[in-house]
């Protein structure tokens, strides 16, 4: 090939070999590096598209058991709760990773989740780390801020935005992405009466949701925000994104004691009433409750996978606090190694902390911030003084920083 000289320019944008990082020769043409880049990108983003439905390679479908194994590692306790998310995730993903035959008849539907239970009871954990070791797009919506459409608020379709944004907006990807939407018992039917006012934030969000949780394809503005008619749509197929949907439901329990309490006049009905768990009545759950707390039943019969998280006890709150891979303690002590320094929890602290965070009923979540009392004065002081490889917190000093944090006022009624 003749040597390249300074007025070889490539063939596509015309820039100079000055200009370039590289300039490849051909025959009768020259390719700079940047073309090279974008046309390696275009190959990609229209190889993906013909991929299809077909599972990623990439991801790790795991049984059942190595799923609700993995998970065990981050989440104490919720035995129920693991096994069902962690079938409901491998039937969904086999479901996508296997060859469409035309002669078979049977198609398998996707099944979304829904969880219910407490604050601070894991809801949120659980689908963080199941999108975690599949490996697919995840993302976590709030439906506090949804509305209907034409209404101030987000979209539904604000919901996709996200997972796109979580995919880097390779539709291909986020199509066999997990979406979980939070706080889904605050978009409930407000009143069973007809009332002038439309519900925009409650039942009309409902209505909205139910084709994305079935399945359709979705016209989804990149940027979020509001749709209008001279923006760029990007089309996404809902068909194969699994949506798990979680809620507190605060209330429901009466809504679960009357139903399980129904007897006549003078005389029980059911004979086992002495053993039902007064302390956990998430467990007889049914989507009867669901619908008495003001979902509508479509929406129901699009979510029908329904499992509860049960309340966290003294000793699940005490191994939340030590067993995890990255658990509280865990965290604090690698916080101090940092400053090189050595951190040492006495015992008698921990069962401190557990009580506060049972007495105040704020579930997990209260463990953190009981801590972060403790140790404030010590992660402020520390990191200034050279002197100090070794701190032990004990249980007069915990009790003497929670007390200064002036907790009473946030007492639970």
């Known amino acids: 090939?003749?040597?390249?000289?300074?007025?070889?320019?490539?063939?596509?944008?015309?820039?100079?070999?000055?200009?370039?990082?590289?300039?490849?020769?051909?025959?009768?043409?020259?390719?700079?590096?940047?073309?090279?880049?974008?046309?390696?990108?275009?190959?990609?983003q229209e190889l993906g598209s013909k991929k299809g439905k077909a599972l990623d390679p990439s991801?790790?479908?795991?049984?059942?058991?190595?799923?609700?194994?993995?998970?065990?590692?981050?989440?104490?306790?919720?035995?129920?709760?693991?096994?069902?998310?962690?079938?409901?995730?491998?039937?969904?993903?086999?479901?996508?990773?296997?060859?469409?035959?035309?002669?078979?008849?049977?198609?398998?539907?996707?099944?979304?989740?829904?969880?219910?239970?407490?604050?601070?009871?894991?809801k949120?954990?659980?689908?963080?780390?199941?999108?975690?070791?599949?490996?697919?797009?995840?993302?976590?919506?709030?439906?506090?801020?949804?509305?209907?459409?034409?209404?101030?608020?987000?979209?539904?379709?604000?919901?996709?935005?996200?997972?796109?944004?979580?995919?880097?907006?390779?539709?291909?990807?986020a199509e066999r992405g997990i979406v979980y939407i939070d706080e889904v018992d605050k978009v409930a039917r407000k009143s069973d009466n007809p009332s002038i006012t439309r519900d925009v934030s409650g039942e009309g969000v409902q209505q909205a949701l139910l084709k994305?949780?079935?399945?359709?394809?979705?016209?989804?503005?990149?940027?979020?925000?509001?749709?209008?008619?001279?923006?760029?749509?990007?089309?996404?197929?809902?068909?194969?994104?699994?949506?798990?949907?979680?809620g507190a439901f605060d209330g429901i329990e009466r809504k679960i004691a009357n139903r399980l309490r129904t007897q006549a006049v003078g005389y029980k009905v059911k004979k086992d009433d002495d053993e039902l768990d007064l302390k956990n009545l998430y467990k007889y759950i049914t989507p009867q409750d669901l619908k008495s707390f003001g979902l509508i039943p479509e929406l129901i019969g699009r979510v029908p996978v329904l499992t509860h998280l049960n309340p966290l006890d003294k000793q699940a709150l005490r191994n939340i606090l030590t067993e995890p891979k990255n658990s509280l303690l865990r965290q604090y002590v690698k916080l101090f190694e940092y400053e090189n320094v050595k951190l040492v929890f006495e015992d008698e602290v921990l069962d401190f902390i557990v009580d506060k965070a049972m007495e105040y009923k704020l579930g997990a979540r209260g463990l953190r911030s009981i801590c972060e009392a403790i140790m404030l004065d010590a992660m402020f002081e520390v990191p200034s003084d050279a002197s100090v490889q070794e701190l032990?917190?004990?249980?007069?000093?915990?009790?003497?920083?929670?007390?200064?944090?002036?907790?009473?006022?946030?007492?639970?009624?």
């Open 59 to 122: 991801i790790t479908l795991l049984k059942p058991q190595e799923i609700k194994a993995h998970i065990d590692q981050y989440v104490i306790g919720q035995d129920d709760a693991k096994k069902v998310l962690s079938v409901a995730v491998y039937n969904h993903y086999k479901r996508l990773s296997q060859k469409v035959d035309k002669g078979d008849e049977i198609e398998i539907e996707k099944s979304n989740i829904m969880l219910v239970g407490e604050t601070g009871t894991g």
């Open 212 to 246: 994305i949780l079935e399945g359709t394809v979705v016209n989804v503005p990149p940027q979020g925000g509001r749709k209008h008619p001279d923006q760029k749509m990007i089309p996404v197929n809902t068909n194969n994104i699994l949506f798990i949907c979680g």
């Open 1 to 44: 090939m003749a040597k390249q000289n300074k007025e070889s320019r490539c063939s596509f944008c015309g820039s100079g070999k000055q200009d370039t990082l590289m300039l490849i020769e051909g025959l009768d043409a020259y390719i700079c590096d940047k073309c090279v880049a974008q046309a390696n990108q275009l190959l990609v």
């Open 124 to 173: 949120t954990l659980l689908a963080k780390t199941i999108a975690k070791i599949l490996h697919v797009p995840f993302c976590i919506c709030d439906a506090t801020v949804l509305t209907e459409a034409g209404y101030v608020g987000e979209d539904v379709e604000s919901i996709l935005t996200r997972l796109l944004q979580a995919a880097d907006y390779d539709v291909a990807s």
């Open 392 to 413: 032990s917190i004990t249980l007069d000093y915990a009790v003497e920083k929670f007390e200064k944090a002036d907790f009473k006022k946030l007492k639970a009624a």
